[in-house]
Nanobody, 121 residues
Framework: QVQLVESGGGLVQPGGSLRLSCAPS????????ALWYRQTPGKEREWVAAFTSGGATNYRDSVKGRFTISRDNAKDIVYLQMTSLRPEDTAVYYC???????????????WGQGTQVTVSS
């Protein structure tokens, strides 16, 4: 069973930066696609950034130019670099990876446990 381990959240002042990480708990064959979502109390989870199977990256408008999604293929780690953080970025951030556990196995979606990001002075 693959679990995703997230880290990097915390408290930061407006204008600050954080880098979130997401990695499988066991060895895998490949990460096909990677997404980051966020959620605040009382609201639906919203998509933030994506790294597609074709290698393209996409971002929701409110984070374009401030957030960067990337991946370390050698280490199977996906990152979300967040800069120029704003109070409205405060949320629990979740990673969602589409993984092939072994060569030839089907792609399966996994979710991280979430990490809290709080932007406040």
């Amino acid at each position: 069973q693959v679990q995703l381990v997230e880290s990097g959240g915390g408290l930061v002042q407006p204008g600050g930066s954080l880098r979130l990480s997401c990695a499988p708990s066991t060895s895998i064959f490949s990460i096909n696609a990677a997404l980051w979502y966020r959620q605040t109390p009382g609201k639906e989870r919203e998509w933030v950034a994506a790294f597609t199977s074709g290698g393209a990256t996409n971002y929701r408008d409110s984070v374009k130019g401030r957030f960067t999604i990337s991946r370390d293929n050698a280490k199977d780690i996906v990152y979300l670099q967040m800069t120029s953080l704003r109070p409205e970025d405060t949320a629990v951030y979740y990673c969602n990876l589409q993984i092939r556990k072994n060569y030839g196995s089907r792609k399966v979606d996994y979710w991280g446990q979430g990490t809290q990001v709080t932007v406040s002075s």
